[in-house]
């Protein structure tokens, strides 16, 4: 750990690169010799142009994306995805199939819901708090998409093996785990990604789209809601966050040539996981709050055997510079989230704090 | 001017104060001594509370709000902003009336059409090109508001006084001089203003709405598109755009506390709009674009005697240092944009440069 920093493991904004940060910082004032700061170069310009190109070849590369894919930035994150892509994508008489598997999802369906859109929810694991990945669907006939949250932050699950909906496009909020994993992408019409857990900063979220999904998009729909209006304007129809899209270009160009690219990636976020969960598992004082087969590589939930503990746990850990570890507001216990830039050093930092406490409380 | 800087006159995104980009640069590794970046803290974090009370106060106090106006921080832009305000206030069986005063306007105008919405034009300088702020409105009866653009940057041209609409809300997009002028807020019932040109970076709008303003809002709209969502979460939602809403902070902060308010900075505009368009009434060598009733404090549009001349005063002035001099693409000329964080040395730099300038080519 770098002098003043601590191991951060906040669900989101979450950690960055501490070199990238670095970068960032050096650049401030004066980027590219522009004499000028990224936050007041023009979106028009030669610097900029190259951020944004740049970021988007690196989204390509780094996802194995054929040219039939379009990469769009686009603002107001995940949420204001979950009312664009029913308002692209799902026409009065068709319906789309949902899959709910926790709060975002939930939150997908209910913004769906609210355009007065037809929604068939193909399976849920609310019974059991979502605490699993469903195995059962029950499509519908002919749906527009099937939409499926990748990871789920708050109640700590994955899909480890994305659904087979066949030839229907699937559309993916894939916010927690973007670029942490090598996916298949064909299967997917839109990815799209609030990019403040794995690959940037909050403000800007990552969109993925296949072309052919373009041509379903009806006329005079409000230029900023209309996915076609990014694909052809490059993300530039009007001034974009351009801080976030400079971040993100940086984030992914450590992902690149400092980590090697998202299967060395995903090597090692296997690695951090299997760190605490084979630790949770090793005896009686944590436990994991997810169904085994169904944990997330990236926010390992866990309980302490009473809230009190937690407490202590918590604070204790951040009087160790272990920051983050509050599980979410509405679930309460502890999570680990273990993001991209959350190091294995930091990692293991933590789980030997974990077995200390143990050892002094258990 | 400050080694590797260059004098900014871009028109957004803009120049920030630099005493502000330090401070960012000094804290970007260590926010507040929490061991983290501003980008990855949560936006449910005690820092970022401050943070986000600490700036709505600020607009609060800067412009002198009463009680009745909510402080929102919105994503997506000015461009968000043109659909969201008859979506929230135009039903389908009123009329809005627009005055018409330039590019952005005119894009107002185009997305609140195609909602299908009924739109009057009660004004519009378009016969001379955007040169001037109309005089005649031809109102409609009892619309639902009136919607002006306060400044255009592109023509040059700023209401020096609102129309009087008597007690029909004005809405008005003031992306381009919030905050450089004493303004009296009661007769707005919205007002909307993309950061990047006097208060932040690209990637947050500011938006003031006067409470009576909400309860108009029809039920359904999807939750990131509807402001009683904003004001009720405090804009917090979901996750907002927290780097855009912590430099627009500081930014206020500088407004208020090294400036002395919007008051004092409205004089400094004036010195620097005067220095300026006394250059430029007093020869023939430049010539201003708008009329000289309507012109802009902070957009100083204006020609050569050949678009060559042009180009290289453009060329010379980078190579002294001082940027982004070029009219915008759709109209050609130069223009220099002095918003707040342009300082008086900045702009007497280039009056003595295009003094210069005309002795050697004039």
Request: proline share 4%; charged share 25%.
């Amino acid at each position: 750990m770098k002098q003043n920093r601590i191991f951060n493991f906040n669900a989101g904004p979450a950690a960055l690169p501490t070199p990238v940060l670095e970068e960032i910082q050096k650049s401030f004032l004066d980027l590219a010799g522009s004499g000028m700061s990224v936050t007041e170069i023009s979106h028009r310009s030669k610097i900029f142009d190259d951020i944004i190109n740049k970021a988007m070849e690196r989204v390509k590369r780094l996802l194995n994306l054929k040219d039939n894919f379009k990469v769009l930035f686009i603002q107001g994150g995940a949420s204001l995805q979950f009312s664009m892509a029913p308002m692209n994508f799902l026409s009065g008489d068709k319906t789309a199939d949902y899959i709910n598997t926790g709060t975002w999802a939930t939150k997908a369906i209910a913004q769906a819901q609210s355009l007065k859109k037809n929604i068939n929810i193909a399976a849920s694991s609310e019974d059991k708090k979502f605490s699993y990945i469903p195995k059962q669907f029950n499509f519908s006939e002919n749906p527009a998409y099937l939409h499926i949250t990748s990871n789920n932050t708050i109640k700590g699950t994955q899909w480890n093996k994305f659904p087979d909906a066949g030839d229907i496009p699937m559309i993916a909020d894939m916010s927690s785990d973007i670029m942490s994993r090598v996916i298949d992408t064909k299967k997917f019409g839109l990815i799209y990604a609030g990019a403040q857990k794995n690959i940037g900063p909050s403000g800007v979220c990552l969109a993925i789209i296949r072309e052919d999904m373009l041509s379903q998009i009806p006329d005079n729909l409000p230029s900023l809601l209309d996915y076609s209006v990014y694909a052809e304007k490059k993300s530039l129809y009007n001034t974009p966050p351009c801080f976030g899209i400079y971040v993100i270009g940086l984030v992914l160009k450590w992902l690149e040539e400092s980590i090697g690219g998202v299967e060395k990636m995903e090597e090692i976020n296997r690695k951090k996981a299997d760190i605490l969960y084979n630790l949770i598992d090793s005896g009686e004082f944590y436990k994991g709050t997810a169904q085994k087969d169904s944990r997330s590589k990236m926010n390992v939930t866990f309980r302490l055997p009473n809230e009190e503990l937690e407490q202590k746990f918590i604070a204790e850990a951040l009087q160790n510079d272990l920051g983050g570890l509050k599980g979410h507001r509405t679930v309460g216990g502890c999570r680990a989230s273990i993001y991209n830039a959350a190091t294995i050093e930091a990692v293991e930092t933590l789980a030997s704090f974990m077995k200390e406490f143990e050892r002094n409380n258990g």
